[in-house]
T-cell receptor
């Protein structure tokens, strides 16, 4: 398996624009997580899904952020409108179905810069 | 709620020195514990894990023992190398949908 695949790897956009980050989890995994990493705040869990259903979105910073998982092999994180303070590295991770306490597998991340 | 606390960095060591990075946790139930490593410009990679009390996880010369009595999972390595320079994250996964809780990360710098 190719692992968790995120696209794009880098995104530079202007303030006010819509940004969409994409994630393909490992095949067969049924839990998917979106994280944001910054120097100031470290690694923050934004939202996670189980069987394509959002379980906990309490980490989503505000209404400008939304995430979807239309099927088991694809998820998106959208920011609309984007702001400079959204600049960060965004990671997607997935984990194996039905087995408690297994590790999460991370993608390479998307480095977002909002200017 | 569940949480992980790890020592702040950066930690700077000379090559072949002994490494300890402290990690303590708070959790209900019986979590699994993990150490992840992040090299510059990359995602997090699993370094080792332990799924129950007294288990020892090990990989690439790194070790950590799940201590329930002290709620700790300290990372150790007997002789670090320059290539070990990275950020290390302690994490736990509880019973709820495999939700992961990460510590703040500890940056390790190893000098030749």
């Amino acid at each position: 398996d190719a692992g968790v695949i995120q696209s794009p790897r880098h995104e530079v956009t202007e303030m006010g624009q819509e940004v969409t980050l994409r994630c393909k989890p490992i095949s067969g995994h049924n839990s998917l997580f979106w994280y944001r990493q910054t120097m100031m705040r470290g690694l923050e869990l934004l939202i996670y899904f189980n069987n394509n259903v959002p379980i906990d979105d309490s980490g989503m910073p505000e209404d400008r952020f939304s995430a979807k998982m239309p099927n088991a092999s694809f998820s998106t994180l959208k920011i609309q409108p984007s702001e400079p303070r959204d600049s960060a590295v965004y990671f997607c991770a997935s984990s194996f179905p039905g087995l408690m306490n297994t590790e999460a597998f991370f993608g390479q991340g998307t480095r977002l810069t909002v200017v | 709620g569940d949480s992980v606390t790890q020592m702040e960095g950066p930690v700077t060591l000379s090559e072949e020195a002994f490494l300890t990075i402290n990690c303590t946790y708070t959790a209900t139930g019986y979590p699994s514990l993990f150490w992840y490593v992040q090299y510059p410009g990359e995602g997090l990679q699993l370094l080792l894990k332990a799924t129950k009390a007294d288990d020892k996880g090990s990989n690439k010369g790194f070790e950590a023992t799940y201590r329930k009595e002290t709620t700790s999972f300290h990372l150790e390595k007997g002789s670090v190398q320059v290539s070990d320079s990275a950020v290390y994250f302690c994490a736990l996964s509880g019973d709820n949908f495999n939700k992961f809780y990460f510590g703040s990360g500890t940056k390790l710098n190893v000098k030749p």
